[in-house]
């Protein structure tokens, strides 16, 4: 009998081990530069009114669709944005992607033409 329950609590152990590390770790992008605008000034001195029962997307607030979450000021809603919980529902991990020194260096250069450019036009 004590030798049953005994394989019954290691099985139990193994089983509950084994559902914690399911498969294998999922592989993340680096994080990324935003392709988007977000739009906080759009809800600037407005009111709303807040409804006792609605959904999550039309209470009061800003509601992120990725999350499912809502936050209420425009502060908030822009750290949950640049947040952890966020960034990793998109598929992001935290790290950002390391530049090589010709990558560094390309940039520069990008950078030296335009303002270049920029100069010459404001002369003429």
Excluded at 27 to 42: I, T
Excluded at 43 to 58: D, E, N
Excluded at 77 to 106: F, T, W
Aim: include cysteine.
């Amino acid at each position: 009998m004590k030798e049953r329950a005994r394989e019954r609590e290691r099985q139990e152990e193994e089983d509950s081990w084994k559902s914690k590390f399911k498969g294998p770790p999922v592989q993340r992008q680096p994080l990324k530069r935003r392709d988007c605008e977000v739009d906080l000034d759009s809800r600037l001195g407005k009111t709303q009114v807040v409804a006792p029962i609605a959904p999550l997307s039309q209470q009061a607030g800003y509601f992120c669709s990725v999350c499912k979450c809502v936050v209420k000021d425009s502060a908030n809603y822009l750290d949950h944005i640049n947040g952890k919980k966020h960034q990793r529902a998109l598929g992001m991990s935290m790290r950002v992607e390391r530049a090589s020194l010709q990558q560094v260096q390309e940039r520069f250069e990008a950078l030296k033409k335009r303002k270049v450019k920029e100069s010459l036009q404001s002369k003429t």
